[in-house]
């Protein structure tokens, strides 16, 4: 192989998108599982399609604690990565959209669902 032949190889190979290298998955942080997990169970819970009997007020004394405790972790954990970012904006939607009209309320709103759909 020539030298010539060498750089030419040499370059395709760098020129080559980066896209096809395989992505390699980072796993779940414990604090993303956290906040998935208490996003589900609010979701859950405060579902109005439920009848009102359905959950006691012990019950949902329980939900709203376990969700401010998560929410805590959020505030005194940075994220580490994409999916911790994903997920704390999960559990966030999830405790705030309430059908608020208020202009800011909504765009806090889209710009969270945005959020966890760049980061996954």
Not at 50 to 55: I, N
Request: net charge negative.
């Amino acid at each position: 192989m020539t030298a010539s032949t060498r750089r030419a190889a040499l370059g395709a190979i760098l020129a080559a998108p980066l896209a096809s290298v395989p992505a390699v998955a980072s796993p779940t942080s414990d604090l993303a599982a956290a906040c998935n997990e208490a996003a589900k169970r609010w979701i859950y819970v405060t579902d109005r399609r439920h009848p009102a009997e359905l959950f006691t007020d012990e019950q949902i004394d329980v939900e709203i604690n376990h969700c401010t405790a998560v929410l805590e972790r959020c505030i005194q954990e940075p994220s580490q990565s994409l999916p911790d970012l994903a997920a704390k904006a999960r559990l966030m939607i999830a405790e705030h959209d309430d059908g608020d009209q208020f202009v800011g309320h909504r765009a806090l709103i889209v710009l969270l669902n945005e959020v966890v759909a760049l980061c996954g």
